[in-house]
C-alpha cells in the first residue's frame, strides 16, 4: 500500500513507491533518447555489475542493453552529464570553434566601436576653429596640448 504522508514528494508508478525528483529525471533523459533507459542496481546483490547505484543503459538494435553510464546520485546532473557526452548530436569541436569565433567576433565589435569613438573625437576637435585638444602622453607622461593654429605644446 501506498501512503505518503502529505509531503508530495512519492508517487506510485506500476505499484513502486518512487521519488517525483528522480521519476521528473527519468523521464526527461527518456525524452531525450528513447533508447536510454535508468536501471536501479543494488551493488551487494549484483556484484560485478556496478557499484553505484544507477545505471544508464542503452538498448541496442539487435536487443541487448549495454552501459554508458554510472551515477551515485539520479539528479540534473546525470541528464546534463548525458547531453554532454553525446557525440552523436552535437561535434564538440565545431562548438569550440564557435564559441571563439563569437568571441573574437565581440573583440573586432568592441574595437571598432572604440575607434569610432575616436574617430568622432577627433572629427569634432577638427572642426572647431581656435581649439586646443591636450592628451598625456602614456610614455613619458608629459601632458600634449594640440592647436588649431600652431604647433603642438609639450609640458
Not at 505499484?15 to 531525450?32: K, Q, S, T
Not at 543494488?42 to 539487435?62: L, M, N, T, Y
Not at 547531453?83 to 552523436?88: A, I, K, P, V, Y
Not at 573625437?121 to 600634449?144: F, W
Request: with cysteine; glycine share 6%.
Amino acid at each position: 500500500m501506498y501512503y505518503d504522508p502529505g509531503t508530495g514528494q512519492h508517487v506510485l508508478i506500476d505499484g513502486m513507491v518512487v521519488e517525483r525528483d528522480a521519476l521528473r529525471v527519468v523521464e526527461a533523459i527518456n525524452d531525450y533518447d528513447p533508447n536510454l533507459y535508468v536501471l536501479c542496481v543494488d551493488p551487494q546483490r549484483a556484484e560485478g555489475i556496478s557499484e553505484e547505484p544507477f545505471v544508464v543503459v542503452e538498448k541496442c538494435s539487435d536487443g541487448t542493453c549495454r552501459p554508458v553510464m554510472r551515477a551515485w546520485t539520479l539528479d540534473d546532473t546525470l541528464l546534463e552529464r548525458i547531453r554532454l557526452s553525446d557525440t552523436h548530436r552535437g561535434n564538440i569541436l565545431q562548438t569550440l570553434a564557435d564559441m571563439e569565433k563569437k568571441e573574437a567576433d565581440k573583440k573586432q565589435e568592441r574595437y571598432k566601436d572604440r575607434l569610432g569613438e575616436a574617430s568622432d573625437i577627433s572629427a569634432s576637435i577638427m572642426r572647431m576653429k581656435g581649439s586646443n585638444y591636450s592628451v598625456r602622453d602614456p610614455r613619458t607622461g608629459e601632458l600634449i596640448t594640440f592647436f588649431d593654429d600652431k604647433p603642438a605644446k609639450r609640458d
